[in-house]
Structures are given as structure tokens and as C-alpha cells.
């Protein structure tokens, strides 16, 4: 079916005849969209009727076109703002396919209607990579990111979920890609990576690290499979991470690393030995990062450290206390962490708090030495009121097959009781600052 106004038809492919001109538009049109590539992912403008606009930046940064309007289309003419006509011709299959990679050649995508203009800002065009994308956490940075139009590299392994994400995120009207991902796997990091760089025409801008699980249970209970995952998937991959990211930073001479570290990377949490190595493992690791690279002043390694949020994580995770598990209050929005990511990727900090709960508990890591024996002894006390519950692997191993989504659904608006718990545990620091003090002074 040939559109009247534009001349072009459904499924075929159009370029730029004019050679003169050509090496400006070195892509091609294809049913509504303007592509630099044939593997159908970087889709840089689009039409809206016969207006063509066009959303890709030059090498400062900077758009082609200020007001992302290139000009108009009709019967096969484009006709640029800024010169003459220049002709359109069908791009012939037989020239299609030698151009291509060895990859096989995708299904072109159906027509779509024409999507918002992406948000104008620092962040507009920047290519981000995040990890653990199809839920919680990684979920809500990535609505987050896309709404700032940034260009978004979706990983996670539920690739399901993960295209879920993919629908929501270029409703906003920025470009984004999925990449189904195992964080243990160092193959399919670096195949991330690569493909992540192929879509941002060489440049990856910030990354992400924030794909975690869990494992809840008495030490010796646990599997030492189940241990191993959590530190492979919540350690040694943000080192993956680390490791692709880095050599494509230096390349350029910017780029931002983003970890997903947690209020337990400064309080050990019993009953979940594993998560509390990883995380205390991770202000390691990107302490020893920030000191490697203070040759390059415009990377950046960014720490945040969010209290307990309402995520699916408890409900996802292994839980072998033969208990149901609850997450501790107070419980805070994710999207406040994704908030978080978005101000470090504009303007990168080393540390980022999020939750007062969490500045609680870091200001007690310090004042209170026996802080993880009164945890383990809360930790008990509500998993033996706790109803029972089949031990399980949870997503250790595969993705859970429940419902994705940002929420967990575990805050309750209208409870007073996460304030009463935040306001009674910094008055018993306040008491033992006071009582400590005098004896110090002794």
C-alpha cells in the first residue's frame, strides 16, 4: 500500500539519490522511520505526516537540526529547510542485502503512530546502559532515563519482562534497545557491551550496574549454590560491568559508572551472608576504581546506597528460613533511587543516600560496635513470628514467572509505623552518643 502524501510504500525501503547531498542522510527510509543501519536500531528520526524530523546529533553533541525539523516529504521529494528537493529511491532488496552485516536480516517493525519528542536537557541522546532492567529498581531508572530522553540499553534476563519495558520506555519517545542478559555470564556482558557501543555509534555514555537477587536463610541452610549466585550476580557482575564499561570510557575520556550499592554495603545483615559480602565487597571495588582513574577527571564512579525499597525483591528472592518474608520498615518509592541515578548521570557524585533510614543506618555503622548482634537478634525474632513458608530458589537461578513491575506493593501509605521506627533508632544512638561521651572524656 503506497502512502498518497509521501509516495512511499509499506515495507519498502527508501535513500537519498541525490549523491551531492546523500553523505548527509546516509540511512534510509522505511515505513515511517529513518534508520542508519539495517539492523533496525538506530532509528534517528521519523515522520509525522509529511514533516520529517530528524533527532540525531553531531559530533559536539549538539542537534543536526535545532528544532528537530528536517523538512517535508511528498511524492517521493524531500524537501529540507535548509536546500533544495532531494529525490527518493526505493533501495532495491538485492543492495539491501549486501550491505547488511552476516546477521541475519530482521522482520521490519509494523508503522507506528508518531511518538512525543524526547525531553530537552544534559541527558538528551546520551546512551545508557542498565542492567536488571525489568523490574524494581532497574525498572524505574529506566522510565526515568528514557523520560529525560536519554538513549536507553535495556539488560535483564527475562526477556519477556524486558520487552515490557522496552514498549514503556520508547512511549516516551526516545530510542531504546533490549538485550536479553546474564550478569554471571562474562560472554553475554561483553556482547552487551559491544552491542551497546554498535547502537550509540561507538559511544557508551553511562552505565548502570544495578541487576541484583537475594538469598534469606540460616547460613549453613543455605545452599552454597544459592551463595554463590548471590555473589556472582551482586559482585562479580557490577565487576563485568565495571570491566566492559571502562575501556569504552577512556576511549572517549568521559563516561559514568552507576552502582546500586544498599544500606547493607555499611551494615551487615544476618541471615544474608552473601548479599552483605557482595555489597561490602562493592564499596571495595569502586573505592579501588575512583583510585585508578584519577588520570581521567571526567569519569566518574557513582555509589548509591538506598534504604529498603518497595521492590519485588523479597517477594522474587530465595528464602530458605522456611518463613514468608517481609521487608523491614520504613519502605521507600524506588523511584526516589532512579531519581538518584538520573542527578548522578547529570552531576556525578561520588556517594548518594537515599532514605533517611539509610543515613540512619550509616551514621550507626559507626556509633553502635554491636550493631549486627541487635540485627541478628531482630532478624530472628521477626522471622519466628513470621508465618511458614516453602523454602525456595526464587529468581537465584531463573526469572521468577510473577508479575514484573516497578512495586512490590509493600508500603502501606497510611502506616505511621516507619517514622516511629526511624525516630526511635536515632534516639538510641542519640543515647548512646550521650552516654559514650562522658566516659570517653574520663
Known amino acids: 500500500m503506497i502512502d498518497q502524501a509521501t509516495g512511499m510504500k509499506l515495507g519498502e525501503r527508501y535513500s537519498v539519490e541525490n549523491v551531492e547531498r546523500a553523505h548527509q542522510f546516509p540511512g534510509f527510509f522505511l515505513?515511517?522511520?529513518?534508520?542508519l543501519g539495517p539492523e533496525l536500531l538506530t532509528a534517528v528520526g521519523w515522520l509525522e505526516g509529511t514533516k520529517f524530523i530528524y533527532d540525531s546529533l553531531d559530533a559536539e553533541?549538539?542537534?543536526v537540526f535545532p528544532d528537530?525539523?528536517?523538512g517535508t516529504i511528498e511524492g517521493l521529494k524531500l524537501v529540507l529547510i535548509d536546500g533544495p528537493p532531494l529525490e527518493l529511491s526505493r533501495i532495491e532488496a538485492s543492495s539491501i542485502l549486501a550491505s547488511a552485516t552476516n546477521e541475519p536480516e530482521q522482520d521490519p517493525p509494523p508503522a507506528e503512530r508518531s511518538r512525543p519528542a524526547p525531553t530537552k536537557g544534559p541527558l538528551r541522546g546520551k546512551v545508557v546502559v542498565i542492567t536488571g532492567a525489568s523490574s524494581g529498581i532497574g525498572r524505574a531508572a529506566a522510565h526515568a532515563f528514557a523520560c529525560k530522553g536519554a538513549r536507553l540499553?535495556?539488560?535483564a534476563r527475562d526477556e519477556e519482562a524486558l520487552f515490557d519495558v522496552l514498549d514503556e520506555c520508547t512511549d516516551c519517545g526516545t530510542d531504546a534497545v533490549a538485550i536479553t542478559t546474564d550478569v554471571t555470564r562474562s560472554d553475554q556482558v561483553q556482547a552487551l557491551a559491544k552491542q551497546a557501543a554498535e547502537f550509540?555509534?561507538?559511544?557508551?555514555?553511562i552505565w548502570v550496574n544495578n541487576a541484583g537477587v537475594g538469598a534469606v536463610g540460616n547460613f549453613e541452610d543455605t545452599p552454597l549454590e544459592a551463595h554463590e549466585q548471590v555473589i556472582q550476580t551482586d559482585l562479580v557482575g557490577y565487576l563485568r560491568g565495571a570491566h566492559v564499561a571502562l575501556p569504552y570510557f577512556k576511549a572517549q575520556r568521559s563516561g559514568t559508572l552507576i552502582n546500586t550499592l544498599s544500606l547493607g554495603s555499611w551494615v551487615a545483615q544476618p541471615y544474608a551472608a552473601a548479599y552483605s559480602a557482595s555489597k561490602f565487597g562493592l564499596r571495595g571495588l569502586t573505592d579501588a576504581l575512583r583510585g585508578e582513574l584519577t588520570e581521567f577527571p571526567d569519569i566518574h564512579v557513582c555509589d548509591i546506597?538506598?534504604?529498603v525499597m518497595d521492590t519485588p525483591g523479597f517477594r522474587d528472592g530465595g528464602n530458605y528460613t522456611g518463613h514468608a518474608l517481609t521487608p523491614p520498615g520504613p519502605i521507600y518509592d524506588p523511584e526516589l533511587v532512579a531519581k538518584a541515578m538520573v542527578a548522578c548521570a547529570i552531576s556525578p557524585r561520588a556517594h548518594t543516600t537515599v532514605g533517611a533510614a539509610a543515613r540512619v543506618a550509616h551514621?550507626?555503622?559507626?556509633?553502635?560496635p554491636g550493631l549486627p548482634l541487635l540485627s541478628g537478634w531482630l532478624t530472628r525474632w521477626g522471622l519466628n513470628r513470621s508465618p511458614s513458608a516453602a523454602i525456595s530458589s526464587g529468581n537465584l537461578f531463573e526469572p521468577p514467572s510473577s508479575r514484573r513491575?516497578?512495586?512490590?506493593g509493600w508500603r502501606n501509605r497510611k502506616d505511621n509505623k516507619p517514622l516511629l521506627v526511624s525516630a526511635a533508632v536515632l534516639g538510641i544512638i542519640a543515647g548512646l552518643v550521650i552516654t559514650r561521651t562522658p566516659r570517653r572524656r574520663r
Open 363 to 368: 551514621l550507626a555503622s559507626f556509633l553502635v
Open 405 to 408: 513491575s516497578v512495586d512490590g
Open 61 to 63: 553533541g549538539e542537534p
Open 68 to 70: 528537530r525539523v528536517a
Open 200 to 205: 550509540g555509534h561507538g559511544r557508551i555514555d
Open 31 to 35: 515505513d515511517g522511520k529513518y534508520y
Open 153 to 155: 540499553v535495556l539488560a
Open 305 to 307: 546506597y538506598p534504604a
